[in-house]
C-alpha cells in the first residue's frame, strides 16, 4: 500500500499545479494558446493518474478487486501512460517552440515533433510494448525532442533582453521544472519492465524516491511560475 501513498501524494501535486495554472489563466489571460494547452495538459494528467490508478489496487488486493484485469492486457496500466506520453512530448515541444522567434529553429521543432508523433504512434503499433511497457522509443525520442526545445529556448532568452526578466518569466520555470524531470526519470522509464515488486525489490527502491524528488521539483517550478506570474500583468 506504500506505492499507493506515493500515487496520492503525486495526484495532489498534479492538481495544485493544475490548479495554479488555471489561476494563471484567470489573471493573466495569455494571448499564446499553448499556454492554455499546457495547463489543459495538466488537467489531463491529474485525470489520467485518477485512472491508472486502477492497475495498483488490482495488484495490492492480489486481484480480489477488479479481478477481470489479472491476466488481461489491461492488467498494467502502461496502455494508458504510453498515450499520455506521445501527448506529453508533443505538448511540451510546440510549447516552448510558440516562444522562439529563429524561423529556422521553428522550421526544425515543428518537423521533429510532426516526427516523432508519427514514429511513435508506428513504434507502439509495431514494438508490441504498447500493453507490456512505458515505449523505451517514445521516452528517449520525446526526452531528445523537449531537450531540443528547451536548449532553443535558452539559446534566444540568451539573445535577447529576456534573460533579465527571467523572474517573470512562466516559460523559464517550466523549462527548469521540465528539464530535471526528464533526466531523472527517462533512464528508469526505459527500464520500466523490471518494476516489479517481487522479483526487482532493487529497481522499485530507486524508482520510488527519484519519482518522487523530480515530481516534486518540476510540480514546484510550475506552481511557483503560475503564481508568480499571475501577478504580472505579461510574462514572458
Same mark, same amino acid.
Given at each position: 500500500m506504500?506505492y499507493l501513498?506515493? $500515487?496520492t501524494?503525486?495526484?495532489l501535486?498534479?492538481?495544485? $499545479? $493544475?490548479?495554479?495554472?488555471s489561476?494563471?489563466?484567470?489573471?493573466?489571460?495569455p494571448?499564446?494558446?499553448?499556454?492554455?494547452?499546457?495547463?489543459?495538459f495538466l488537467?489531463?494528467?491529474f485525470?489520467?493518474?485518477i485512472?491508472?490508478?486502477?492497475?495498483s489496487?488490482?495488484y495490492?488486493?492480489?486481484?480480489?478487486?477488479?479481478s477481470f484485469l489479472?491476466?488481461?492486457?489491461?492488467?498494467?496500466n502502461?496502455?494508458?501512460?504510453?498515450i499520455?506520453?506521445i501527448?506529453?512530448?508533443s505538448?511540451?515541444a510546440?510549447f516552448?517552440?510558440s516562444?522562439i522567434?529563429?524561423?529556422?529553429?521553428?522550421?526544425?521543432l515543428?518537423?521533429?515533433?510532426?516526427?516523432?508523433i508519427?514514429?511513435?504512434i508506428?513504434?507502439?503499433?509495431?514494438?508490441?510494448s504498447?500493453?507490456?511497457?512505458y515505449a523505451?522509443y517514445t521516452?528517449?525520442?520525446?526526452?531528445?525532442?523537449?531537450?531540443?526545445?528547451?536548449?532553443?529556448?535558452?539559446?534566444?532568452?540568451?539573445?535577447?533582453?529576456?534573460i533579465?526578466?527571467f523572474?517573470?518569466?512562466?516559460t523559464?520555470?517550466i523549462?527548469i521544472?521540465v528539464l530535471?524531470?526528464?533526466?531523472v526519470?527517462?533512464p528508469l522509464?526505459i527500464y520500466?519492465?523490471?518494476?516489479?515488486?517481487?522479483s526487482?525489490?532493487?529497481?522499485v527502491?530507486?524508482w520510488?524516491?527519484?519519482l518522487?524528488?523530480?515530481?516534486?521539483?518540476m510540480?514546484?517550478?510550475?506552481?511557483?511560475?503560475?503564481?508568480i506570474?499571475?501577478q504580472?500583468?505579461r510574462?514572458?
Amino acid at each position: 500500500m506504500e506505492y499507493l501513498q506515493y $500515487a496520492t501524494f503525486l495526484q495532489l501535486l498534479e492538481l495544485l $499545479a $493544475a490548479m495554479a495554472g488555471s489561476f494563471y489563466l484567470f489573471r493573466v489571460k495569455p494571448r499564446n494558446k499553448y499556454t492554455k494547452y499546457l495547463v489543459y495538459f495538466l488537467w489531463l494528467t491529474f485525470v489520467v493518474e485518477i485512472v491508472g490508478i486502477y492497475s495498483s489496487y488490482a495488484y495490492f488486493s492480489d486481484y480480489k478487486k477488479l479481478s477481470f484485469l489479472k491476466d488481461s492486457v489491461f492488467q498494467r496500466n502502461f496502455w494508458l501512460y504510453n498515450i499520455k506520453g506521445i501527448i506529453e512530448f508533443s505538448v511540451l515541444a510546440y510549447f516552448f517552440r510558440s516562444f522562439i522567434k529563429t524561423v529556422s529553429w521553428k522550421k526544425t521543432l515543428k518537423y521533429l515533433a510532426l516526427f516523432f508523433i508519427l514514429s511513435t504512434i508506428l513504434n507502439l503499433i509495431f514494438s508490441g510494448s504498447y500493453f507490456m511497457a512505458y515505449a523505451a522509443y517514445t521516452a528517449i525520442a520525446g526526452t531528445i525532442l523537449v531537450l531540443i526545445s528547451v536548449g532553443f529556448y535558452f539559446c534566444e532568452m540568451l539573445k535577447s533582453e529576456a534573460i533579465l526578466k527571467f523572474k517573470s518569466s512562466l516559460t523559464f520555470y517550466i523549462a527548469i521544472g521540465v528539464l530535471f524531470f526528464q533526466i531523472v526519470l527517462t533512464p528508469l522509464k526505459i527500464y520500466s519492465r523490471f518494476f516489479i515488486e517481487s522479483s526487482n525489490p532493487e529497481f522499485v527502491a530507486l524508482w520510488k524516491p527519484l519519482l518522487v524528488i523530480a515530481n516534486v521539483f518540476m510540480y514546484t517550478c510550475f506552481i511557483i511560475g503560475f503564481l508568480i506570474c499571475s501577478q504580472k500583468k505579461r510574462s514572458y
